[in-house]
């Protein structure tokens, strides 16, 4: 079956610009997570939806990143006046719902490659 | 929070060659899963090996929960290995989100 799809792969945009990153999840997958990596790093977890709760938050670097996810569907992630410091890769991964004895791996899209200018 | 740490943080290879990566984590842990990231970016996942051996051709994992360490072994290494290795570890409380070591960069010459 189908991955995990992002789009743009690249995206370049002129600093104060906003810019909006989409994610699909694997079919039936109702988590869904972006993370962030910057050049040369690991990853960090920028913000988790699962189902219809309420999304964690938690990992949003500033009031200028947010993000929707519609039902078990699609995520978009925006960032509103962009800044060179937010130039990195934006991954987005997916897992199945948690149930015992169940995995919890989870899948990662290839990645849109964000450069601020 | 829980911290993950990986080593040697660089490793270079002769084609052929055998290594072992390793990956050491602070607090208990309910499972982990390792990746490859290829030079394209793409991360690819190895194992989701919460506790004992897994083995995937000439990749292998083994993880040994009570001690807190896991560790990935690339036999008869292809220039096709190269690129960066992460582990990484789900916090179940916080939905599973995964807290990520900072990586093994493994370079295979031919």
């Known amino acids: 079956g189908a991955g995990v799809s992002q789009s743009p792969s690249n995206k370049v945009t002129e600093k104060g610009k906003d810019v909006e990153l989409r994610c699909d999840p694997i079919?039936?997958?109702?988590?869904l997570y972006w993370y962030r990596q910057r050049l040369g790093q690991g990853l960090e977890f920028l913000i988790y939806?699962?189902?219809?709760?309420?999304?964690?938050k938690s990992g949003l670097p500033s009031d200028r990143f947010s993000a929707e996810r519609t039902g078990e569907s699609v995520s978009t992630l925006t960032i509103q006046r962009t800044q060179q410091e937010d130039s990195a890769v934006y991954l987005c991964?997916?897992?199945?719902?948690?149930?015992?004895?169940?995995?919890?791996?989870?899948?990662f899209g290839p990645g849109t490659r964000l450069t601020v200018l | 929070g829980i911290q993950v740490e990986q080593s040697p943080p660089d490793l270079i290879l002769q084609e052929g060659a055998n290594s072992t990566l390793r990956c050491n984590f602070s607090?208990?842990?309910?499972?982990l899963q390792w990746f490859h990231q290829n030079p394209w970016g793409q991360l690819i996942n190895l194992f989701y090996?919460?506790?004992g051996t897994k083995q995937n051709g000439r990749l292998s994992a083994t993880t040994v929960a009570t001690e807190r360490y896991s560790l990935l072994y690339i036999s008869s290494s292809q220039t096709t290995d190269s690129g960066v290795y992460f582990c990484?570890?789900?916090?179940?409380?916080?939905?599973?989100?995964?807290?990520f070591g900072a990586g093994t960069i493994l370079r295979v010459k031919s």
């Open positions: 991964a997916s897992r199945l719902p948690r149930h015992r004895g169940r995995s919890v791996e989870q899948f």
């Open positions: 079919s039936g997958h109702t988590a």
């Open positions: 939806f699962q189902g219809n709760s309420a999304p964690d």
């Open positions: 607090d208990s842990v309910n499972n």
């Open positions: 090996i919460p506790s």
């Open positions: 990484a570890v789900p916090l179940m409380e916080y939905g599973n989100k995964l807290v």
